[in-house]
């Protein structure tokens, strides 16, 4: 089984910039894909990025030239950097594992966008 912990959330200035990490431990061996959700107050979760093993990289529209994701395969990182920060991107981001042993979430980590 993989555990995934994110750490980087806050408040920030729309148009600020962010980075958020995500760190694997158990059997990374076993994650063939990571990715970052969000869902924010009443909203269904949403993908927002996801980097396959082989390195792939797709976003959802709305964040698409703003945020970048990453992995740091030697130390089991990943990573979304948020650049261009909007209100409404203001949510809780979840870093998502797809592992041979099925889906990994982490516990969340908040994210607000405000003056």
């Known amino acids: 089984q993989v555990q995934l912990a994110e750490s980087g959330g806050g408040l920030v200035q729309p148009g600020g910039s962010l980075t958020l990490s995500c760190e694997a431990s158990?059997?990374?061996?076993?994650?063939?894909?990571m990715a970052w959700y969000r869902q924010a107050p009443g909203q269904q979760r949403e993908l927002v990025a996801i980097?396959?093993?082989?390195?792939?990289?797709n976003y959802v529209d709305a964040v698409k030239g703003r945020f970048t994701i990453s992995r740091d395969y030697g130390r089991n990182m990943a990573y979304l950097h948020m650049n261009s920060l909007k209100p409404e991107d203001t949510a809780v981001y979840y870093c998502?594992?797809?592992?041979?042993?099925?889906?990994?979430w982490g516990q969340g980590t908040q994210v607000t966008v405000s003056s």
């Open positions: 998502h594992a797809r592992t041979t042993w099925g889906p990994s």
């Open positions: 158990g059997s990374f061996a076993s994650i063939t894909a």
């Open positions: 980097i396959d093993g082989g390195g792939p990289t």
